[in-house]
């Protein structure tokens, strides 16, 4: 495991690990915070209205980890893309009615997913400075989810409640599936590796499973509880996921890709206060060039 974290690390010696991001509402409205990836002291980096019954989620930083992406649900229940600088400044709307958002690779255009007309939503790309959504794949088995650029730009992962994960090749929308029905979150590593969380069949919960390039698809976090939300490490060698595992709300955990080392950024023991249980969820992982 060792050799091949320093391979990983020796191929993209220009990328490193920055700052970890989850959406929390240890505050109130669910809002976006920032960790070291090392943990310490979370700080708040958004900071939607609580009168107004907004919420954050889905962070996702740019490439070269200057902007952060996350969705804002507003009050009507709509959702918009919103962008903001890592330290907190400079938040704005984007694009209205987005679901779900990733960066292309270079940085210049963001793959979302939007309402479609059947009810299972479609995949569009939309300019990285904003604009109007160009679908450019749609139909589904099932309602999509959770876009992700592969490293190349040439293709999108997203999850299809009635497949698994999609990987689409763009321009020709050709797919390949992986994991099975129910599969969700799609993340991929700088190398191709691709990890998701999918359910445990006739069982409760979720475990997290990877795959790399022309290897087959193995499990790597499975411990009987709701591991969801995976999402490779910018250097490829961890990977940052949610869980349930102490019983205590949700929490944020870090991992090597063996799944045997695993660590949370949280405080297990004092997770809940009062009978109430906090929820720390969806997590982003910070580029740094």
């Known amino acids: 495991m060792l050799a091949a974290a320093a391979a990983l690390t020796a191929a993209k010696p220009h990328v490193h690990d920055g700052m970890i991001v989850f959406a929390s509402d240890r505050a109130g409205a669910t809002a976006i915070w920032g960790i070291s990836a090392s943990g310490g002291t979370p700080r708040q980096l958004t900071h939607p209205d609580a009168g107004a019954r907004e919420s954050d989620s889905g962070p996702a930083f740019s490439p070269d980890g200057k902007q ?3 969705i ?7 959702t918009d ?3 903001v600088r890592p330290n907190g400044s400079g938040a704005r709307k984007l ?3 987005v679901l779900a958002a990733s960066f292309s690779p270079g940085g210049k255009q963001i793959a979302v997913v939007v309402p479609s007309a059947d009810g299972d939503n479609a995949l569009a790309l939309v300019p990285a400075a904003g604009g109007k959504p160009r679908v450019v794949c749609a139909g589904s088995h099932g309602v999509i989810d959770s876009p992700a650029f592969a490293p190349s730009g040439k293709q999108v992962a997203y999850s299809d409640a009635g497949r698994g994960i999609v990987v689409a090749t763009l321009g020709s929308c050709a797919t390949t599936v992986l994991g099975i029905p129910g599969a969700d979150d799609p993340s991929y590593g700088p190398d191709g590796t691709l990890v998701w969380d999918q359910p445990r069949p006739a069982q409760a919960g979720f475990d997290i499973w990877m795959k790399r390039p022309a290897l087959r698809a193995h499990r790597i976090v499975g411990n009987g509880s709701t591991n969801v939300h995976p999402v490779l490490a910018p250097a490829g060698d961890r990977l940052v996921f949610e869980s349930d595992e102490t019983g205590n709300g949700t929490q ?4 090597d890709l063996a799944g ?3 660590v949370s950024l949280g405080d297990p023991q ?4 009062g009978g109430y249980c ?3 969820s969806d997590p982003g992982w910070q580029p740094l060039r």
Not at 270 to 273: D, G, S
């Open 68 to 70: 952060l992406l996350f």
């Open 72 to 78: 804002r649900e507003n009050g009507d229940f709509g």
């Open 81 to 83: 893309l919103w962008v």
């Open 95 to 97: 694009v209205s009615g």
């Open 252 to 255: 944020v955990y870090v991992t």
């Open 260 to 262: 045997t080392h695993i």
């Open 270 to 273: 004092k997770a809940c206060t």
């Open 278 to 280: 906090l929820g720390d």
